[in-house]
């Protein structure tokens, strides 16, 4: 099976502070996903990566930035958390099959 | 820009009742998938459709694809409690990204 881990399910945070969500598949998978969820606004990409070092801007990459050092691992960094950045956040791998994507937990992300 | 409008997007039905939920969009998909989600989880995948006109059952749940891949549908069969949850339709294009409908809510009270 397919496991996707994020590093936190909740985070508190403030306003301006650095913000790191860690992502980390198992099964070597070279897509990696970063999505935010809204209540009515559903699942939007905010950036994707299809290999190590190289990264894609989603629908809504502003405010944010990414890291993929290593295939498992990628990471979701918010430069200076802003009140509209609370959300879910869910990280998603995939294969070789095109559209199959595999979740994480998600992280939900408040910031006051 | 590519859309994928799910309907309805709340549902609340009894249990052993039928239920059909709709993935209407005016772009071809190359393939289209369903998924789950329980609150506060990520979304789980259910069933990959590719080919128009195809038709996947899983136990209680089948899923169709519109002849043109434009569309498809989820069709649960005498719902039961363990069913509740947002079902989310997504279409995968040709350009590589997955596009996701807004989800429907299904409830289902014992």
């Known amino acids: 099976d397919v496991k996707v881990t994020q590093s936190s399910r909740y985070l508190v945070k403030r306003t301006g502070e650095k913000v790191f969500l860690e992502c980390v598949q198992d099964m070597d998978h070279e897509n990696m996903f970063w999505y935010r969820q809204d209540p009515g606004l559903g699942l939007r990409l905010i950036y994707f990566?299809?290999?190590?070092?190289?990264?894609e801007k989603g629908d809504i990459p502003e405010g944010y930035s990414v890291s993929r050092e290593k295939k498992e691992r990628f990471s979701l960094i918010l430069e200076s958390a802003s009140t509209n950045q609370t959300s879910m956040y869910l990280c998603?791998?995939?294969?070789?099959?095109?559209?199959?994507?595999?979740f994480g937990p998600g992280t939900r992300l408040t910031v006051t | 820009t590519q859309l994928l409008e799910q309907s309805p997007q709340f549902l609340s039905i009894q249990e052993g009742e039928n239920l059909t939920v709709y993935c209407n969009s005016s772009s071809v998909f190359s393939s289209l998938q369903w998924y789950r989600q329980e609150p506060g989880e990520g979304p789980v995948l259910l069933v990959t459709v590719v080919t128009g006109g195809e038709v996947k059952k899983l136990k209680r749940l089948t899923f169709q694809f519109g002849d043109a891949r434009k569309d498809s549908s989820l069709h649960i069969t005498a719902a039961q409690t363990g069913d509740t949850g947002l079902y989310l339709c997504?279409?995968?294009?040709?350009?590589?990204?997955?596009?996701f409908g807004q989800g429907t809510e299904l409830s289902v009270k014992p």
């Open positions: 997504a279409g995968h294009n040709q350009g590589g990204k997955l596009i």
């Open positions: 990566s299809y290999d190590v070092k190289m990264k």
């Open positions: 998603a791998s995939m294969g070789s099959r095109p559209g199959e994507q595999y």
